[in-house]
C-alpha cells in the first residue's frame, strides 16, 4: 500500500487533540449561508491530492467580509470542483518558525525546528534532534538557530519562547504515540506570538 496524504484539517484535528493550537476552521463542499466565523479568514482547497496548495493558487488569504468570501469560492470552487474547502480565522502576524519531522532508515525519526515561512528554504536555519526529545533539547534546538535572539527580546520583538518548547514535546509526543507510521510531517508556517503558537499550515503523510 502506498504512504497516505492527510487532508490539512485532519492533521488539525490530530494536532489539537494534543492541545496544539491551530486556527479555528470548518471544512465544507459549499458556502454555508451564515459563517460561524469572524473575518478576515482563509481560504484553502482542501485535497490530499494537492500537497503543495499556494503553488496551484489553492489559498487566499485575509478575505474581509461575506460578499468576498462568496465570490472567492466560487471562483476556487470553479477552478477546483471535485474537491473539498477549508475556511480558517486569519491569524494575526508574529515570529514564523517551522517544525517539522523526517524519517530515516538507520536512525529513525527526528524532530527539526528553524525560521519559517519564506525564510525556510533562503536561510536554512535550522536544528536537528533525534525523537523522543525532552525539556533540555527543545530548548538546545531554539538556542542553536541563528535567529534565537529572536526569542529573547531582538528589537522588542514578542514571541514566547515557553510555547515553541511546549509545541515542540507535543510534536515529540504525538510521533512517539504513533509508533513509526508518520512517513513526514511539516508544520509551516507555526505563528509564534507573545500569547503562544499557532500552527497554520500543517502537512503530514502517514505509512499505512
Known amino acids: 500500500m502506498e504512504n497516505r ?11 489539537s487533540r494534543y492541545g496544539i493550537r491551530v486556527p479555528r476552521g470548518i471544512v465544507v463542499e459549499s458556502l454555508p449561508e451564515k459563517l460561524e466565523l469572524e473575518f478576515p479568514v482563509v481560504l484553502k482547497v482542501s485535497d490530499p491530492r494537492i500537497i503543495h ?60 525546528f528553524g525560521l519559517g515561512g519564506i525564510f525556510t528554504e533562503l536561510y536554512r536555519d535550522v536544528s536537528f534532534r533525534l525523537i523522543p526529545i525532552d525539556e533540555y533539547d527543545a530548548r538546545e534546538m531554539i538556542d542553536e538557530i541563528k535567529a534565537r535572539k529572536i526569542f529573547e527580546g531582538f528589537r522588542n520583538i514578542k514571541a514566547n519562547k515557553d510555547s515553541v518548547v511546549d509545541l515542540l514535546l507535543k510534536v515529540s509526543r504525538l510521533v512517539t504515540d504513533m509508533g513509526g507510521k508518520i512517513d513526514q510531517l511539516d508544520l509551516n508556517p507555526v505563528i509564534v506570538r507573545e500569547d503562544g503558537a499557532v500552527v497554520v499550515d500543517a502537512k503530514m503523510v502517514i505509512i499505512p
Open 53 to 112: 496548495k499556494s503553488d496551484v493558487g489553492g489559498v487566499i488569504l485575509n478575505i474581509k467580509n461575506y460578499p468576498d468570501l462568496k465570490e472567492k469560492f466560487m471562483e476556487m470552487k470553479r477552478r477546483f470542483p471535485d474537491s473539498k474547502f477549508l475556511i480558517e480565522s486569519m491569524e494575526r502576524q508574529g515570529v514564523e518558525v517551522i517544525i517539522g519531522v523526517i524519517k530515516d532508515r538507520t536512525f529513525g525519526e527526528a524532530i527539526m
Open 5 to 15: 496524504v492527510l487532508e490539512e484539517w485532519e492533521i488539525k484535528e490530530m494536532l
